[in-house]
């Protein structure tokens, strides 16, 4: 049988495959971004620097500067955020170590319920310890029917006292969820040690467990210091009288002024303050974590 030879030009080639570059991968994500988010926020601070009076420049923040309202609202906002932050801390370790550490009936629910916690609107505790403490509420219901005297004694729901409180109650489970997982990767073996060695409960929390919970105290509690800047319901549904924040002075001067160039300027100082603060917990974590490592 003869054989056919082919010519080497007709023998088709493998076509090279075709790479899609990596960067064009980014460009969804990241015009999404840009539309949902940065154009809105860009819209913001372009109509923060635009006056009604025309042109361009800083004269709106000048005179918002000015205001005693605004210095009211900027420092009730950073006294309650550190508050609440600061209580938030101190509840959910002090929680924490009780659910990780202290066998009792129910731990294990209780630390599933702090997942489901977690998903509740602010304003749906804020109407619960209204329910309890408020004028005609649970604790007033109970001394009235106790004493016989009206009105209760409970009435501090609509004082900064109450903001504070309601934001530590909702709050403090963003500090537990990061702790309890950070004490489930703790190794027992060095409570024990500490423990045969003599080491009492404070003096084993304070050498052996809290140098291990600080990278999760300081996300959760940077977590609820942003959060609580920028908290709206809370001090909304309280109906706390002289308790003005940045979010509220935000929707008074928008919805009930009508001054949209002043609440751009409040907005944008709010979100500086939010911005200043992640750089700041950034810059601390890093030099925990690198003193960490030298450490080991």
């Given amino acids: 049988m003869a054989s056919v030879d ?12 075709r790479r899609i570059p990596a960067w064009t991968l980014a460009l969804p994500p990241v015009a999404a971004l840009g539309i949902v988010f940065l154009h809105p926020l860009a819209l913001v601070l372009w109509q923060s620097v635009s006056p009604d009076g025309g042109g361009h420049g800083l004269s709106a923040y000048a005179e918002v500067f000015a205001q005693a309202a605004f210095r009211d609202a900027l420092r009730n906002t950073v006294l309650i955020a550190a508050g609440a932050t600061v209580g938030a801390l101190l509840l959910g370790f002090a929680l924490a170590l009780v659910i ?51 009105p209760g004694p409970f009435d501090f729901l609509h004082t900064p006292w109450g903001v504070l409180l309601a934001e530590i109650t909702y709050f403090t489970p963003f500090v537990m969820r990061p702790l309890l997982g950070a004490f489930s990767q703790l190794d027992t073996a060095q409570l024990d040690v500490a423990a045969s060695l003599g080491a009492r409960a404070p003096r084993i929390v304070r050498q052996v467990i809290l140098p291990e919970a600080l990278p999760a105290l300081a996300a959760g509690g940077s977590l609820v210091l942003v959060m609580c800047l920028n908290e709206f319901g809370i001090v909304l549904f309280t109906g ?56 080991a």
């Avoid at 082919?6 to 495959?17: E, G, I, K, T």
């Avoid at 309890?132 to 001394?143: F, I």
Wanted: charged letters at 10%; one cysteine or more.
């Fill in 6 to 17: 082919l010519p080497l030009a007709q023998v088709a080639a493998p076509s090279p495959s």
């Fill in 100 to 150: 990780a550490f202290v066998p009792f009936p129910g731990g294990k629910a209780i630390g599933r319920f702090v997942d489901v916690f977690l998903s509740f609107p602010s304003f749906l505790i804020t109407l619960a310890l209204l329910f309890v403490y408020g004028t005609a509420g649970m604790a007033n219901g109970v001394w009235t029917g106790v004493t016989g005297t009206a």
């Fill in 240 to 295: 706390a009288k002289g308790v003005t924040t940045l979010p509220v002075l935000v929707h008074g001067k928008a919805i009930l002024e009508g001054d949209w160039t002043g609440a751009c300027v409040v907005a944008v100082v709010n979100v500086a303050l939010s911005l200043a603060l992640y750089g700041l917990y950034r810059t601390l974590t890093t030099r925990m974590e690198g003193a960490r490592r030298a450490r």
